[in-house]
Nanobody
Framework: QVQLVESGGGLVQAGGSLRLSCAAS????????MGWFRQAPGKEREFVAWITWSGNSTSYKDSVKGRFTISRDNAKNTVYLQMNSLKPEDTALYYC????????????????WGRGTQVTVSS
């Protein structure tokens, strides 16, 4: 089992920044690819970004490229999502996810999920 706990969400004005953190515990964090997803009210959950277990490769949703950065610190069992130039359309509940299979993670079918942290961007 892997337990994931997100933090760092909040209310911010458009153009502002937030850094989300996801702390993992349980099985060896190093072997898991990690991702961030989000779900806005009335919408499907969507992919935001993922990072491979080594940190050598990342991928982003087109609308966040150049504004969001995913990173990880395997020594701290933590993955981060730095969000800059936030827009009202980024408002959502942000979830952290973990899986040893990148295809499953990318498809939004990860084995492990956190409970989410709310991000609200005001205009």
């Amino acid at each position: 089992q892997v337990q994931l706990v997100e933090s760092g969400g909040g209310l911010v004005q458009a153009g502002g920044s937030l850094r989300l953190s996801c702390a993992a515990s349980g099985r060896t964090f190093t072997f898991y690819h990690m991702g961030w997803f989000r779900q806005a009210p009335g919408k499907e959950r969507e992919f935001v970004a993922w990072i491979t277990w080594s940190g050598n490769s990342t991928s982003y949703k087109d609308s966040v490229k150049g504004r969001f950065t995913i990173s990880r610190d395997n020594a701290k069992n933590t993955v981060y999502l730095q969000m800059n130039s936030l827009k009202p359309e980024d408002t959502a509940l942000y979830y952290c996810a973990a899986d040893r299979a990148l295809l499953r993670l990318n498809a939004g079918r990860a084995d492990y999920w956190g409970r989410g942290t709310q991000v609200t961007v005001s205009s």
